[in-house]
């Protein structure tokens, strides 16, 4: 059984900063691409970032130079560090990790977790 879970969100005047969490616990053999995606109400849910287990690097180019996607694998943590945030940027944010388990190491499943709110109002 695998959970991550999802922590930083909150409210933000816009051009300020948040840090979201995403730790990934339970029978993890091995953790491959981890990423970030955002729902807006009323609309479909959307890539923001993913970084690779070697450390590459994806962005939707509305957050380019302004998010940055990083990991810590010794804590089986992705982190997304939100600047100049924009009223735009109001959405669920959700965590997702490709993980093999110790019951299924040959093959990676995708697992999400449950969202954050992130709203940015002045």
């Known amino acids: 059984q695998v959970q991550l879970v999802e922590s930083g969100g909150g409210l933000v005047q816009p051009g300020g900063s948040l840090r979201l969490s995403c730790a990934a616990s339970g029978s993890i053999f091995s953790i491959n691409a981890m990423g970030w995606y955002r729902q807006a109400p009323g609309k479909q849910r959307e890539l923001v970032a993913t970084?690779?287990?070697?450390?590459?690097?994806n962005y939707a180019d509305s957050v380019k130079g302004r998010f940055t996607i990083s990991r810590d694998n010794g804590k089986n943590t992705v982190y997304l560090q939100m600047n100049s945030l924009k009223p735009e940027d109001t959405a669920v944010y959700y965590c997702?990790?490709?993980?093999?388990?110790?019951?299924?190491?040959?093959?990676?499943?995708?697992?999400w977790g449950q969202g954050t709110q992130v709203t940015v109002s002045s």
């Open positions: 970084i690779t287990s070697g450390g590459s690097t």
């Open positions: 997702n990790a490709g993980i093999r388990t110790i019951q299924t190491v040959g093959v990676s499943y995708v697992y």
